[in-house]
């Protein structure tokens, strides 16, 4: 069974960097798209981008300039940063599995992020 | 981006009804599109992809069906787990997008 899980900060200042790790079981890293989402009740739900293994990660443009992914397959581990944080950054974040068919089919139980000085 | 609206935004329903959730896309996304189910705290959860096909291990009453830039959700005979917000999705083009959400509340 596949399990994921989010762990970062909780807490963060405006105008610094965000960075979260998503840990994997169950699951084969380097076979499928990783992605990173997030909910907020201004935005509700938003695709922040993905990753697959070797290859170059796709970002949501609204949030490019500010984002880096990547995945380390030897420890089963996602990362993203995000920098520049502002109050609008607030939300809780979630890391899914995409499979065949282009669907999400397994999700973190998700970490709020709270951007406050 | 494409653009996805769900309607209604809220429903008010009774254990045994049937209810129907209506996405739109901005633009036409073929049948790249999924449904989600989301309870208070938790993960969105897979129901359907492809527009019509059922995830493993949900159950029938679920179904989906639309093409281009027309979809709906339905759910027959309402059981007390299936009261939680519902949201659409596509899978089309990057970036994905989801709906605004459906909640289904008890009458």
Redesign the interface.
């Known amino acids: 069974q596949v399990h994921l899980q989010e762990s970062g900060p909780g807490l963060v200042r405006p105008s610094e960097t965000l960075s979260l790790t998503c840990s994997i079981s169950g699951a084969s890293v380097s076979s499928h798209y990783w992605t990173w989402i997030r909910q907020s009740a201004t935005n509700g739900l938003e695709w922040i981008g993905r990753i697959y293994p070797g290859v170059t990660a796709e970002y949501n443009p609204s949030l490019r300039s500010r984002l880096s992914m990547s995945v380390d397959t030897s420890k089963k581990q996602l990362f993203l940063k995000v920098n520049s944080l502002t109050a609008a950054d607030t939300a809780v974040y979630f890391c899914a599995r995409e499979i065949a068919s282009r669907r999400l089919d397994s999700w973190g139980q998700g970490t709020l992020v709270t951007v406050s000085s | 981006?494409i653009q996805m609206t769900q309607s209604p935004s809220s429903v008010s329903a009774s254990v045994g009804d049937r209810v129907i959730i209506t996405c739109r896309a901005s633009q036409n996304v073929n049948n790249?599109l999924?449904w989600?189910q989301q309870k208070a705290g938790?993960?969105?959860?897979?129901l359907i992809?492809?527009a019509a096909?059922l995830?493993n291990g949900v159950p029938s009453r679920f179904s989906g069906r639309g093409f281009g830039t027309d979809f709906t959700l339905t759910i027959n005979s309402l059981q007390p787990e299936d009261f939680a917000t519902y949201?659409c999705?596509q899978?089309n083009s990057?970036?994905?997008?989801?709906g605004?959400?459906t909640r289904v509340e008890l009458k």
Do not use: H, I, M, N
Request: net charge negative; no cysteine.
């Open positions: 981006d790249w999924a989600y938790q993960a969105p959860k897979l992809y492809a096909s995830e949201f999705q899978a990057v970036p994905l997008t989801f605004g959400g």
